[in-house]
């Protein structure tokens, strides 16, 4: 899966997804409001639609005449918009995928943002992810949040805040856009695929629907299925930590880290929720796995959680570590933390 998430659905203009109504109200008043911040950050797990959340509102504010809402299609402003050409509205991403945002991609950004508005109204930047931002480039960045043009809005979507520089990071309206639950989630995706159990799908992405409606392009949920089986046979003592490393190789080492911080967080869902109420929909770990992990301590996901994050860090900073042996030493911790928590019973 790629790192951005501003979907092509072929609808124009973008409307925010059932699970996002809440922020979206909130932004509009918000701008009604004048209250409208300089810089916003879109926070949450891959596959929420954050990317489309922040074209929709790229679109709403550009738009001359939004009705409803939304951006209306008609005005020259969306006509702009469709084609992709609009002079007021600029993405940043990683011109490969897996790869870093590079400092002369953020430069050209900071001259187009100081620069007065062609069509007379907003200007607005998405960077999507911001988290691929490297040090050099987080930096450059910084003079465009500190001194922020009129009418300007720049849009950080990061699937991972906390590896987004601090300093960035504390600059930004923080947005969080959490896993949507079942009731919104399922019906939208049962309406989107016609060949696939729109349920189990759910389950696999982590409850984000947007990576559940693409795992059946390719060969992503049987990958997907493997990696889960992989780190649970891992936590067992059935799959070695060495052959996982060794099996994994083919995949892309920054997708696969992305997985791997997910699946951590879904464990810390389910571990911080009681007893007696379930678990965060698509966050559930299986039984076996349930019964193995049942008395990890959170702090020590986090902290796991942290060095994946890190290690991610130093990919997109240019650095070129043994692949091999950065995933054994992971897999290896992970490995850690299940036996550290067999026999420990699941606090409630």
């Not at 987080?138 to 949040?145: G, P």
């Not at 389950?203 to 780190?231: H, S, T, Y």
């Amino acid at each position: 899966m790629a790192d951005t998430e501003a979907e092509n659905t072929g609808e124009f203009p973008a409307i925010p997804y059932p699970w996002q109504q809440s922020q979206w109200t909130r932004l509009l008043e918000q701008y009604q409001d004048e209250k409208l911040p300089h810089a916003l950050m879109f926070a949450g797990q891959k596959g929420l639609g954050k990317g489309h959340l922040a074209m929709s509102l790229a679109q709403y504010l550009l738009c001359k005449t939004p009705r409803s809402g939304l951006a209306c299609g008609d005005c020259r402003a969306c006509a702009l918009n469709r084609a992709g050409t609009h002079p007021d509205l600029k993405t940043l991403r990683p011109e490969e995928v897996g790869k870093a945002v590079k400092i002369d991609q953020v430069r050209n950004l900071a001259e187009f943002v100081g620069k007065t508005s062609q069509q007379g109204g907003y200007k607005v930047a998405i960077i999507e992810p911001a988290e691929s931002m490297n040090l050099n480039a987080a930096n450059a960045l910084l003079k465009s949040l500190e001194e922020p043009s009129p009418n300007t809005l720049l849009i950080l979507v990061s699937h991972v805040p906390n590896s987004v520089m601090a300093t960035v990071r504390s600059r930004c309206q923080i947005l969080s856009l959490a896993t949507p639950p079942e009731d919104q989630a399922l019906p939208w995706l049962n309406a989107m695929i016609t060949d696939g159990d729109a349920e189990s799908l759910l389950k696999f992405a982590n409850g984000a629907p947007i990576l559940a409606k693409e795992m059946l392009n390719g060969d992503l949920l049987e990958r997907r299925q493997g990696f889960q089986e992989g780190m649970t046979n891992i936590a067992s003592g059935q799959l070695s930590p060495l052959q996982a490393a060794k099996s994994w190789l083919d995949l892309e080492t920054i997708e696969l880290m992305d997985w791997m911080i997910g699946w951590a967080h879904g464990l810390v869902c389910y571990l911080g929720t009681p007893m007696d109420s379930g678990s965060v929909r698509g966050q559930a770990p299986d039984k076996q796995l349930q019964a193995m992990v049942g008395g990890m301590d959170q702090s020590h996901l986090f902290r796991y959680i942290d060095k994946i994050i890190l290690a991610k860090r130093q990919l997109l900073s240019g650095a070129n570590p043994n692949k091999q042996l950065l995933l054994e030493e992971l897999l290896m911790d992970w490995r850690a933390l299940a036996r550290l928590s067999l026999g420990r019973p699941r606090q409630s």
